[in-house]
C-alpha cells in the first residue's frame, strides 16, 4: 500500500478510544506500516470528548488528519461524529455507535441533544453502520468491551484481515480479560 490511509476515532472520556487506538497501532506497526497517532483528550476525564487520530502507510510525514481526508471515521458515541464529519472523505466510511452519553451541559439543562443524529448522517454519508456496540458488549458479559466491538466493525469495515488482531488484543488487555476482548472483537466483526 503506498498511500496513507487515515482513521478517526471519536468519543467520549472512559469508552476506551485510547486503547482501541493503541490496538489498531500495533497492527499496523507489526504488518510493517509506519504509524503516527495523535491523542486528544479534551476533558476526557470529565466526561468530555476524546479524539484519536491515526494514520498509517509505508510513510507517514504527520500524524495530523485534514479535512476531507478520513478513510474511517469511528464514533464510539452518536452524536460525537458531528464535530467531525467535514473530516470524512468523499467515499469514506462511518461506523456509528447507537449510544447516547448525554453532556454536562445537557444534563444541566443548558444545551440539548441531538436527538435525530442518525438520522442526518444516513442523509450525509453513503457508507455508514449503525449499530449499538454497547448492547452487543453487555450480551457478552461486560459493557466495557464495547470499544473492541467497535474496533471488530472496523477492521470488517476497511478489510484489513492480514493482522492477527486476537494476538495484538492478547498482547494488549491484562490478561483475565483477554478472552472477552476476544469474544467482543468477533461480535464486532460479525455484525
Known amino acids: 500500500m503506498s498511500e496513507t490511509k487515515n ?17 489498531i497501532s500495533n497492527g499496523f506497526i507489526d504488518a510493517g506500516y509506519e504509524v503516527k497517532m495523535a491523542e486528544i483528550h479534551g476533558m476526557s476525564q470529565r466526561g468530555g470528548s476524546v479524539t ?19 478513510d474511517l471515521i469511528v464514533a464510539f458515541e452518536k452524536s460525537e461524529a458531528l464535530r467531525w464529519l467535514e473530516y470524512l472523505r468523499k467515499d469514506g466510511i462511518l461506523i456509528v455507535n447507537d449510544y447516547t452519553i448525554e453532556p454536562f451541559t445537557v444534563s444541566l439543562g443548558i444545551s440539548g441533544y441531538p ?3 442518525i438520522d442526518e448522517y444516513k442523509k450525509k454519508i453513503k457508507n455508514i453502520h449503525v449499530f449499538n456496540a454497547f448492547d452487543m458488549a453487555k450480551k ?18 476497511l478489510s484489513i484481515d492480514e493482522i492477527d488482531w ?20 468477533e461480535a464486532g466483526y460479525n455484525d
Open 166 to 185: 486476537k494476538e495484538i488484543i492478547a498482547r494488549t488487555v491484562p490478561e483475565k480479560y483477554v478472552k472477552l476482548n476476544q469474544e467482543a472483537f
Open 115 to 117: 436527538e435525530e443524529v
Open 52 to 70: 484519536t487520530q491515526i494514520r498509517y502507510g509505508e510513510k507517514v510525514y504527520s500524524p495530523v488528519i485534514e479535512k476531507g481526508t478520513a
Open 7 to 23: 482513521i478517526l476515532l471519536v468519543g467520549v472520556g472512559g469508552q476506551g478510544t485510547i486503547l482501541t487506538s493503541k490496538i
Open 140 to 157: 457478552i458479559g461486560n459493557s466495557k468491551v464495547m470499544n473492541i466491538v467497535l474496533l471488530g466493525s472496523m477492521v470488517k469495515a
